[in-house]
């Protein structure tokens, strides 16, 4: 985009305005929704599985049997619930955004406008002013003493001096002098529409129940259209054949035994029952301060094996506090406190300079006549007094106001020896320094000191560390967790800071230096605890090298800075003091920005995983058998020994109520990869038990010329049976609420069987003495079969737990 060059008075012409816009140069940007309302609604309605249930759910009820529809209700739970969840996603997303500011100033025509942001081009003139967000990336063409906070975008903790020539960020403000500066990049090519576009590409958080439920549902969506047409093929032989079937109307009734073999094949509560876990823990932590943005967070840091910390407001409070002074003569100058309260107190002083009011309270006795303001550029400011303050003061960084010199004086080389050894322990080191003469105008006008300063006082400033950060990092710690530092500050000051807290860091790493190789960044970060000087783009690449590396990465932080590596990260977690930018794009907000919640968050999500790891066998038990069942009654041509509403009795009694309560429950189990194979190497061979049982029984019913009504009655009593005995297998060990749970299931069957309005519901019979010896028998043999499947099952998920790789541990850096 070639820029005309803009006129450093005059600005630009109306002409020159009108065709920048014409040409679509201005800085007007379409703050485009993260997805659209509608996608996400197509999303979560039209799948594969909904089409299955909702075709089921229709014939259903055009067949007038709407007692057999009520598993209806459950897809659409399962729709609503996971439409809300990415409804608050893109809300959370679409509130982002880092340009606030109403109006921008610029010169056209040879005079000052103040117009909309959006109106502002490409070549505009602007004029920064103290106060002002710069509303578009620019280079400065005029400076005077101009200050920028750029801290949110870059993460430097200092204002920045701007000289002409020098390129300013949209989003950034300014703190203080005034410039011009022409407009550079607008719209879109803007760095803070950038660094927001980027942000805003909607993701939901990696969950590994979600994804094992969603792998289960893809295997059947390609077994169940053939298990369908198997099963319907064997009813209609059951009434005649087809052509017997559709003259009789028969074909009714198998129509409606496949719907029920077709129905009892889909984990439909497994979908329902996860979200509600989720939906309670997300409750549990809104109660201690923690806002979950995104239900599958709950169980996502639970499985980390890597989190990632930005130093300022996780590890710090982020504010300075004074620490002490090491006077460097024995007896300093008179008046040398009264001068620190005076740059304490200036109405120009910075954050490590208004410490200083704290411990310096009495002013000096006259007003300064000459002073040169604090510069980024060269670290130091100076300032003039009357009376016994007389001669100049100098305060700045030891390095920058006594700079290495040939032949200097020894007690300079020692102040900055004592300096480094001070920084080293992770202390802010800034230097008063005296010179007799005072400061004349030329020296103001030049920025030049009047002569060689001598060193009064060495002052050390430090950040206030977080008092609950040394505990939460020792969890971590015990828990496997590795921790890494990534900070935009001085790596060795970040560095002193993590070894205050307990981190093994000898040592931080200047990102300046990291290679842009994923591979090779990856080994560097296996290895080195604390990074310095990183940058928005380099905290994004790091995340995504330690997820290459086959690592879980939770990401910290608070400024717009971090907001790419959080949005990255498997976890992003943001504070509450934190930008807006990056609270949108987090998983989970610390609403009272305390990083000691987090061991709660965890514990949190070992309780859904734990117990959802329980449940799901319950229900993938109840997928085999369905799927068992119907390849074997479809294969001899047997009827289906199941109404739809007989079914969902056994699954109400046996899996939805239970599973409810069970989900809920405290589990302290520590995370374990491989939920879904577990799960499977217990369901899959009960459920196969299951379906041999009362394929059997089903069998010998048939022999025994026993009418379908009480056949089917006796399948539903064996598979609540059977079905309960799995809950009490799975339960173990059984304690008070889990007695009560299970009791209550037990008097459920028992008035099933007993009420006559529900006997009549689920068509429920009398059985004869036949019946009821084979219920007996083939109930017994079965849960005989269940306890040596649970029994080789514990076994196995011994050992591959035993086998399994250990979190990767801390290491420490080079």
């Not at 068992?628 to 699954?651: H, K, M, N, S, Y």
Request: hydrophobic content about 50%; proline content about 5%.
């Amino acid at each position: 985009m070639t820029i005309v060059p803009t006129d450093a008075v005059q600005g630009l012409s109306s002409a020159d305005v009108a065709e920048r816009v014409a040409n679509g140069q201005t800085n007007a940007f379409k703050d485009a929704s993260s997805r659209s309302a509608w996608s996400i609604i197509r999303a979560n309605t039209f799948t594969l599985f909904n089409a299955i249930i909702g075709a089921c759910f229709l014939v259903l009820l055009l067949l007038g049997r709407w007692q057999d529809a009520l598993f209806g209700f459950s897809a659409i739970a399962n729709m609503v619930i996971g439409s809300v969840q990415e409804f608050r996603a893109k809300a959370a997303l679409d509130r982002l955004a880092l340009l606030h500011a109403p109006s921008a100033r610029v010169v056209r025509n040879s005079e000052v406008a103040e117009i909309a942001v959006a109106d502002v081009v490409l070549g505009d003139l602007l004029v920064l002013r103290a106060g002002d967000q710069v509303a578009a990336d620019a280079a400065v063409t005029v400076a005077t003493r101009l200050q920028l906070d750029e801290s949110m975008l870059t993460g430097e903790s200092d204002p920045i001096d701007k000289m002409a020539d020098a390129d300013v960020l949209s989003g950034s403000i300014v703190v203080g002098g005034e410039g011009n500066a022409v407009v550079t990049r607008v719209g879109a090519d803007s760095f803070a529409n950038q660094l927001a576009t980027e942000a805003k590409k909607f993701s939901l958080v990696t969950s590994e129940l979600r994804t094992s439920i969603n792998k289960v549902l893809k295997w059947l969506t390609w077994v169940i259209g053939p298990i369908s047409l198997l099963v319907l093929n064997a009813q209609m032989f059951v009434y005649g054949g087809w052509s017997t079937a559709i003259a009789s109307g028969h074909w009714r009734e198998a129509a409606v035994n496949t719907i029920a073999a077709v129905v009892a094949m889909i984990p439909l509560g497994l979908v329902l029952m996860t979200s509600i876990a989720f939906a309670f823990g997300a409750l549990k932590l809104a109660t201690q301060q923690v806002l979950v943005q995104e239900l599958p967070a709950v169980e996502g840091l639970a499985r980390i094996d890597v989190i990632c910390l930005d130093k300022t407001g996780t590890l710090t409070e982020g504010d300075i506090v004074f620490d002490a002074a090491h006077p460097v003569p024995t007896t300093p100058p008179t008046g040398w406190d009264r001068v620190l309260a005076w740059y304490g107190s200036e109405p120009d002083a910075n954050a490590t300079a208004r410490c200083l009011t704290a411990a310096f309270t009495v002013q000096p006795g006259s007003d300064p006549d000459a002073r040169i303001p604090f510069s980024s550029a060269r670290k130091w400011s100076a300032v003039s007094f009357g009376d016994a303050e007389s001669g100049t003061w100098i305060l700045g960084g030891p390095e920058m106001v006594f700079p290495a010199r040939t032949g200097e004086a020894p007690s300079n080389t020692e102040l900055r020896r004592q300096a480094v050894e001070l920084a080293a322990s992770g202390r802010r080191t800034l230097v008063l320094a005296r010179i007799p003469q005072r400061l004349s105008d030329d020296d103001v006008q030049a920025e030049r000191l009047p002569g060689a300063p001598t060193p009064v006082t060495l002052l050390t400033f430090q950040e206030r560390i977080r008092p609950d950060a040394r505990e939460t990092l020792a969890y971590f710690a015990n828990q496997g967790v590795t921790v890494r530092v990534i900070s935009g500050d001085n790596p060795e000051t970040v560095a002193a800071i993590a070894r205050e807290v307990g981190l093994d860091a000898p040592h931080g790493y200047d990102a300046r230096e990291l290679p842009e190789d994923q591979t090779q960044l990856a080994e560097i970060l296996e290895n080195t605890v604390v990074f310095g000087r990183v940058t928005p783009a380099q905290k994004k690449a790091m995340v995504q090298a330690l997820q290459t590396a086959g690592h879980t990465v939770a990401m910290t932080g608070d400024g717009v800075n971090d907001a790419l590596a959080i949005k990255e990260a498997d976890i992003g977690i943001a504070m509450e003091s934190g930008s807006a930018a990056t609270k949108a794009v987090a998983r989970i907000v610390l609403l009272d920005s305390k990083f000691s919640h987090l061991p709660r968050v965890v514990a949190e999500g070992r309780q859904v995983i734990a117990n959802i790891e329980r449940v799901s066998m319950l229900f993938l038990t109840k997928t085999a058998y369905a799927t068992a069942l119907a390849v074997i009654f479809g294969a001899l041509l047997l009827e289906f020994p199941f109404l739809p509403r007989q079914l969902a009795l056994t699954d109400g009694l046996t899996i939805g109520i239970p599973a409810f309560f069970l989900a809920l429950m405290p589990n302290t189990r520590r995370y374990i990869p491989g939920f879904l194979n577990r799960a499977l190497s217990f369901a899959v061979p009960a459920g196969l038990v299951i379906a041999v049982a009362l394929a059997l029984y089903s069998l010998a019913a048939t022999s025994a010329g026993i009418n379908i009504d009480e056949l089917r009655t006796g399948s539903t009593l064996i598979l609540t049976v059977v079905g309960l005995w799995v809950l009490i297998v799975l339960s173990r060990p059984i304690d008070g609420w889990k007695i009560l749970i299970i009791g209550s299931m037990l008097i459920g069957l028992i008035l099933a069987y007993s009420i006559p309005l529900a006997r009549h519901f689920f068509v429920l019979v009398d059985l004869s003495l036949t019946t009821a010896l084979l219920v007996l028998v083939v109930s017994t043999l079965t849960i005989g079969a269940i306890e040596i499947i649970r029994f080789v099952h514990r076994r196995y998920v011994r050992r591959s737990v035993q086998r399994a790789p250990s979190t990767s541990p801390q290491r420490s850096p080079r």
